[in-house]
């Protein structure tokens, strides 16, 4: 089995710019989670463990869908919930396209067995989990402020594996889908 997601990827530009805001952050007393920088991106759909010969399938059916570059403005690091945070991410604009393409991707992944999203797509970029929270984490937060991190256009999707270790999953791109 083979634990998969799409994503779209991030400008080096932009995941440099996010990298600087993640070590305002490593100054708080929250036990932090960082993603490296490298590998920040934009989940578009998470699979899960998946077997090889269904991954192939999702290869074929990914590959077809039709759509065009756009957009994203990455902007405000925020928290994914203020009053329990799990998650710290930057909030992403994206006119709306991204929905627009997870859309078509569980309409081609659903008579796969891919069971679609229930939840409205909110595209965003992670820069850490929060593993124990601390009030320091808000501080952090209000001195990084509304800063943007910048623009890019998103020009295709990436099928990815990811393998968890005791350091933080490892990404391995398994097919660029471009536009």
């Known amino acids: ?8 990827e991030l400008s080096r530009e932009i ?6 805001a993640q070590q305002q952050l490593r100054g708080c ?11 920040i991106h934009i989940t578009a759909k998470f699979l899960g463990e998946t077997d090889p010969p269904a991954l192939e399938k999702i290869k074929d059916a990914i590959t077809g869908i ?3 570059p756009f957009p994203v403005t990455v902007g405000k690091v925020t928290l994914n919930n203020p009053r329990r945070p799990q998650t710290i991410w930057c909030e992403v604009d994206d006119a709306g396209n991204g929905g627009k ?3 078509l991707i569980d309409r081609a992944l659903v008579p796969l067995g891919c ?4 939840r409205r797509f909110l595209p965003h970029a992670t ?8 009030p320091s984490l808000f501080a952090a937060l209000k001195r990084i402020g509304d800063r943007g991190f910048g623009s890019c256009t998103i020009a295709g999707m990436t099928l990815k594996k990811s393998t968890l270790t005791p350091q933080g999953p490892l990404y391995e791109d398994l097919l660029e889908v471009t536009w």
């Open 127 to 134: 820069l850490a989990r929060v593993k124990s929270l601390d």
């Open 115 to 118: 069971e679609p999203e229930t």
């Open 66 to 68: 039709p759509f065009s």
């Open 101 to 103: 393409l997870v859309a």
């Open 15 to 20: 995941r440099e710019s996010i990298a600087e």
């Open 29 to 39: 007393y929250a036990r932090l989670a960082f993603v490296e920088p490298a590998q």
């Open 1 to 8: 089995m083979v634990r998969a997601f799409i994503a779209l």
